[in-house]
């Protein structure tokens, strides 16, 4: 059975701290691994990986997939209070489309 | 404004009583998708469509139903067989390619028991 576990579940940071969460996943013919933000309503795409190594970034947020080890990493510096939210990670694994999602973590952000 | 709109909001529903969510697309997208998510739980998949007038089922479709007739629209059903019906309902839509292609997600539909 397919598998994605995120950690920590949830984690309270002050304003200006950098934050890293995680992503491990045991899956059959692995596609791609996604994140994405979600504030009370729709879940946000934020990042697509599918090569190891290549860190994709955007602003104070990046990502990293190590396809050996099984698992990637959601970093964000300098946080501010909009970042808080739940972050989800899924992987498209398969021949399907469908997404396997981790429960998420939830990151609140104090000023 | 390209999206996915997903309606009502919020929905309440009777003992025995068959409801609809709405999901339609203007991305000209191929696939589309209905997950649910529960309080402390990931989205769970209940049904997907790759093309017009062809679904399969996700992980938990029992008690539900869906029918995929335009390319635009994947209204999904929750009958009254599904005894647990609360939960916070999401429909995404994705392009089939080029290859490996992101969901996008509509703002879901909270679903509630009278």
């Known amino acids: 059975e397919d598998k994605v576990v995120q950690s920590p579940l949830s984690l309270v940071v002050h304003e200006g701290d950098t934050v890293t969460l995680n992503c491990s996943y045991e899956v059959t013919n692995f596609r791609s691994l996604l994140w994405y933000k979600q504030e009370k309503k729709a879940p946000t795409f934020l990042f697509m990986l599918t090569s190891s190594g290549i860190e994709k970034k955007s602003g104070r947020l990046s990502s990293i997939l190590d396809k050996k080890e099984l698992f990637s990493i959601l970093n964000i510096t300098a946080t501010q209070t909009g970042d808080s939210a739940v972050y989800l990670c899924a992987v498209e694994a398969g021949s399907g489309y469908a997404l396997n999602f981790g429960k998420g973590t939830s990151l609140l952000v104090t000023p | 404004d390209g999206g996915i709109t997903q309606s009502p909001k919020y929905l309440f529903r009777k003992e025995g009583q068959n409801v609809t969510l709405s999901c ?14 529960d ?66 997600f509509g703002d879901g539909t909270r679903l509630s028991i009278l």
């Open chain 2, 39 to 104: 309080p402390g739980q990931g989205l769970r998949l209940i049904y997907y469509s790759q093309i017009v007038n062809d679904f399969q089922k996700g992980d938990i479709a029992e008690g539900y139903s869906v029918s995929r007739e335009k390319k635009e629209s994947f209204p999904l059903t929750v009958t009254s067989a599904q005894k647990n019906p609360t939960a916070f309902y999401l429909c995404a839509s994705s392009l089939n390619t080029p290859y490996n292609q992101p969901q996008h």
């Open chain 2, 24 to 37: 339609e697309q203007n991305l000209n997208h191929d696939a589309m998708y209905w997950y649910r998510q």
